[in-house]
Every structure is written in structure tokens, then in C-alpha cells.
């Protein structure tokens, strides 16, 4: 699965929940907590997952396209 099989708004949501998981760990503070769990509620709730026959497999194929530090498509 490549990262045009997912919705743009999907990605950029998977990248912003690592920058708020990196950021609640260098900052472990209340508000830091509640903004990555705001944004893990976003990514959970999103409407592309309703037609997922295997959620779990393209949960992992979503988070290993944005990984940071994954090789990204030139062409996106």
C-alpha cells in the first residue's frame, strides 16, 4: 500500500499524530497529553476506516507511509 491509496486528509492526520506524539513525550505535560489524544480520537474516528475489511493492516500500512524518517514518494 503506497500513500496514494490513502486520503490526503488521512496522511497529513498520521503526520500530525507523530508530531504530537513527539511532542507530548518532550513535553509530558496535561496539555501536550490532551492534544495527542485529541488528534489519536481524529485518526481513530476518520471515515475511511468504515470500509476497512482489515483495519489493522492498513493502520500499519498508513503509519508506515509517514513514519518520520521513511522513504517518502517523489512524486507526491
Given at each position: ?20 506524539e513527539?511532542?507530548?513525550?518532550a ?50
Amino acid at each position: 500500500m503506497s500513500d496514494t491509496d490513502f486520503p490526503a486528509d488521512l496522511l497529513d492526520l498520521q503526520r500530525r499524530w507523530y508530531e504530537a506524539e513527539a511532542a507530548w513525550a518532550a513535553d509530558p505535560s496535561e496539555e501536550r497529553r490532551v492534544g495527542f489524544a485529541g488528534v489519536g480520537g481524529e485518526l481513530y474516528f476518520h471515515p475511511y476506516w468504515a470500509g476497512m475489511e482489515n483495519r489493522h493492516k492498513a493502520a500499519m500500512a498508513l503509519k508506515a507511509a509517514v513514519r518520520p524518517g521513511a522513504a517518502q514518494d517523489p512524486a507526491a
